[in-house]
């Protein structure tokens, strides 16, 4: 029979590496967000023109049915 005290240990120190790395990939992910949110804003101001104002037909399909 296998060391069940062993086992636990090994998976509680498996839980918070994977909880580390959760919490890392959150901060980057903020990052990566904060970095997007800037340059959108930054693209906006440039061309004077909310992206929201786009014409909604604007698309490189070129569908002419």
């Known amino acids: 029979m296998a060391d069940l005290v062993w086992d636990v240990a090994f998976l509680q120190d498996a839980m ?3 909880r580390n790395q959760v ?3 959150q901060w980057e ?3 990566v ?3 997007m ?3 959108i ?3 906006r101001s440039a061309l004077l023109l909310p ?3 786009w014409p909604a037909d604007n698309d490189d399909n ?3 049915n």
């Open 16 to 18: 918070n590496a994977l």
């Open 23 to 25: 919490r890392n990939l």
């Open 29 to 31: 992910l903020g990052g």
């Open 33 to 35: 967000r904060a970095r």
């Open 37 to 39: 949110l800037r340059k």
């Open 41 to 43: 804003r930054r693209l």
């Open 51 to 53: 992206v929201e104002d």
């Open 62 to 64: 070129n569908n002419n």
